[in-house]
């Protein structure tokens, strides 16, 4: 990691993320495809789905980015009302794909935070101002990243981000009174 140390990001950087990015497979899923037959099938994890929905009903803009197109990743995209999907059918740069993203909602860097686990992701995760590798993430990943989550890719680790962030913001507690009534 850049620190070498697991230990969370402080709070001012947090508070200051506008924009939550990450990978898809390995990230949201367990990074297994189901082919056979005319579709592919992902398993994603319905608490990931949750925390997705409330960062957007904070102000949150929610972005995926994937080397790799899909017509499941499209499907809860849209399920859930994700901001920004760029699948970039296998390109090299994600760094690239997210710099005119960026220029186009006037952010920067430093707003972003990014969630990766492959070394897809390393140009990504080196630039955003909070880069964070899911649990079971390559070392290259780990390394490149500011945190590691506890929770494995498709398993929670993007809720255990989002909550994080959320907590930061002090916008938690108000997003889940709700749920409290």
């Known amino acids: 990691m850049k620190n070498s140390i697991r230990r969370l990001p402080p709070a001012a950087r947090l508070r200051n993320i506008k ?15 189901f082919i056979g037959g005319p579709s592919e099938l ?14 957007r ?5 929610i972005g ?3 080397a790799r197109p899909s017509p499941a990743s499209r499907m809860r995209a849209l399920e859930l009302g994700i901001h920004y999907l760029i699948q970039q059918h296998d390109r ?8 005119r993203l960026l220029s186009r909602e006037g952010l920067e860097w430093k707003e972003v935070c990014f969630v990766g686990d492959d070394v897809v992701d390393l140009a990504p ?15 290259e990943a780990k ?9 494995a890719g498709g398993h929670g680790a993007v809720r255990e981000v989002i909550e994080m ?5 002090g916008k938690w507690e108000e997003l889940i009174r709700v749920y409290r009534e």
């Open 165 to 169: 962030i959320l907590q930061a913001q």
């Open 125 to 139: 995760l080196a630039k955003a101002g909070i880069g964070v590798a899911v649990a079971d993430a390559g070392p």
């Open 143 to 151: 390394e490149a990243a500011d945190w590691v989550t506890r929770h």
């Open 92 to 99: 090299l740069s994600k760094s690239g794909a997210i710099e």
């Open 64 to 66: 995926w980015v994937s």
């Open 19 to 33: 924009l939550f990015l990450c990978d898809v497979d390995g990230v949201l899923t367990d990074g297994s495809i």
């Open 42 to 55: 992902k398993r994603f994890n319905i608490r990931d789905g949750l925390g997705l929905v409330l960062a």
């Open 57 to 61: 009903r904070a102000g949150l803009k």
